[in-house]
Nanobody, 125 residues
């Protein structure tokens, strides 16, 4: 199994910056896509940004030019640098990691699709 731990959320004024981190641990065999999603009160969870194993990135139109996703493969960690934050960025942010794990009793790698516990980002106007 794979466990994700998020950090970096908090309260910031509009125009400020925050950096989120999400570290994956466990019997990881390989990691493919990593990403960030968010869910504001009363709204559905939406994609913020994703990054592939080849470092190709994809962003929601609402964050393009303000947010940057990156990953450190040696640390199995994905980051989200958020600049020029707006009040509409207020939400719970979740990281998502997909790949394969292989425990000591697994003859072959097993696919996983794990979510972090969520971290609150609040932007005050």
């Amino acid at each position: 199994q794979v466990h994700l731990v998020e950090s970096g959320g908090g309260l910031v004024q509009a125009g400020g910056s925050l950096r989120l981190s999400c570290a994956a641990s466990g019997s990881i065999f390989s990691i493919n896509a990593m990403g960030w999603y968010r869910q504001a009160p009363g709204k559905q969870r939406e994609l913020v940004a994703t990054i592939t194993s080849g470092s190709s990135t994809n962003y929601a139109d609402s964050v393009k030019g303000r947010f940057t996703i990156s990953r450190d493969n040696a640390k199995n960690t994905v980051y989200l640098q958020m600049n020029s934050l707006k009040s509409e960025d207020t939400a719970v942010y979740y990281c998502n990691v997909r790949g394969y794990y292989r425990g000591s009793s697994d003859p072959f790698p097993v696919v996983f699709d794990s979510w972090g516990q969520g971290t609150q980002v609040t932007v005050s106007s």
